[in-house]
């Protein structure tokens, strides 16, 4: 059996301060089509939707794990629509602070939904995006 050390121990993870929640992002051509889709297909349970953004939160059956659907000009995404891992943080702007400091790449500035969400949009070395979020509620 692996010894495995929880990350948040890890120097890295003190200072994104992680809280224990993950959102799937996934780009879709037809934001109704994939709620519904979602909903009666994998069994997930709506948390809310703002369909003139062309966004939605889906409860899965994994503990603090959310799928998001973003509606997207699939020209603007890549084949096959691709996903976005978004990391829930308890301060976005340390967070972002910290990776800048290691010299994380982010496309623009940290973005807010009002009343909802902050987002700040990152890349790894091999350009696969990941996204920071801090919940205002």
Known sequence: MNDVTPATSS?????????????????VSDFARAAKWYEEVLGFQKLYDLPDMGWGEWATNVPGMTVGISEVQMDESPAGGGATLTFSVHDI???????????????????????????ATFFDPDGNTFMLAQGLQ
């Open 11 to 27: 120097p890295v993870a003190a200072n994104l301060d992680y809280r224990a929640e993950t959102t799937c992002a996934i780009n």
């Open 93 to 119: 702007e340390k967070s972002r602070a910290w990776l800048v400091g290691k010299g994380v790449k982010f496309d623009g500035e940290t973005r807010e939904v009002p009343g909802l969400v902050k987002l």
